[in-house]
C-alpha cells in the first residue's frame, strides 16, 4: 500500500470525536502525512454569506458561537499538534465541504467518525454515508462503540 500523502480528519466536536482523532494521529505519524482538520460550520446562521465561506482563525469576530467554534477547533489541532494554517473552519453543508476540501486540496485520505452529532439512528451517519460514496479519495469511517 502506498503511503498516505495527505489526511483530512472531519470534526464535529461530538463525543466519540477524541477516538477518531486518535486513529488519524497514529495513521498520519505512521504514513509521514500531513494532517489537516477540517469543521464545518451547519449549526450558526450566517445571513449574506454563500456556503464554502472560509474562515480565518487569525481574526478576531464579533460572533460568540463562531468565537467558540474557532476555539474549539484550535484545542483540538493543539492536542493533535497541528498548525493552525492546516485547521479549516468552513462554512457550509459538512458533506459538501469536506469533499471540496478534499478536492483542493490534493487530500487522499478522509477520516471521520462512523457518527456523530446526529446519532446513531442510522447504520452509517449522513455524513459518513455521503462522503464514503462520493469521495475521489479514500476514505475511512472509524467505528464508534454503541452505547
Ligand atoms: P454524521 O454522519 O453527521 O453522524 O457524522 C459522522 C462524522 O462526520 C463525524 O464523526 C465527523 O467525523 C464528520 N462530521 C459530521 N459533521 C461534521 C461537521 N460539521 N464538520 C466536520 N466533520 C463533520
Not at 477540517?38 to 460572533?63: E, F, K, R
Request: charged share 20%; glycine share 6%; net charge negative.
Amino acid at each position: 500500500m502506498s503511503d498516505y500523502k495527505h489526511i483530512l480528519l472531519a470534526v464535529d466536536f461530538s463525543e466519540g470525536g477524541n477516538y477518531v482523532a486518535e486513529k488519524a494521529l497514529s495513521l498520519a505519524y505512521k504514513h509521514k502525512s500531513k494532517l489537516s482538520i477540517i469543521h464545518v460550520l451547519d449549526n450558526i446562521p450566517m445571513p449574506d454569506t454563500n456556503y464554502g465561506t472560509v474562515i480565518d482563525l487569525n481574526q478576531d469576530s464579533a460572533y460568540d458561537l463562531l468565537e467558540e467554534e474557532k476555539a474549539k477547533l484550535r484545542e483540538v489541532g493543539k492536542v493533535l499538534g497541528v498548525a493552525i494554517e492546516h485547521q479549516h473552519l468552513v462554512w457550509g453543508i459538512p458533506k459538501q465541504e469536506i469533499i471540496a476540501f478534499a478536492n483542493q486540496h490534493q487530500v487522499d485520505l478522509i477520516i471521520l467518525g462512523s457518527h456523530g452529532r446526529h446519532g446513531l439512528a442510522l447504520l452509517l451517519g449522513s455524513s459518513a454515508n455521503a462522503v464514503l460514496h462520493t469521495a475521489l479519495c479514500d476514505v475511512m469511517a472509524v467505528r464508534l462503540p454503541m452505547e
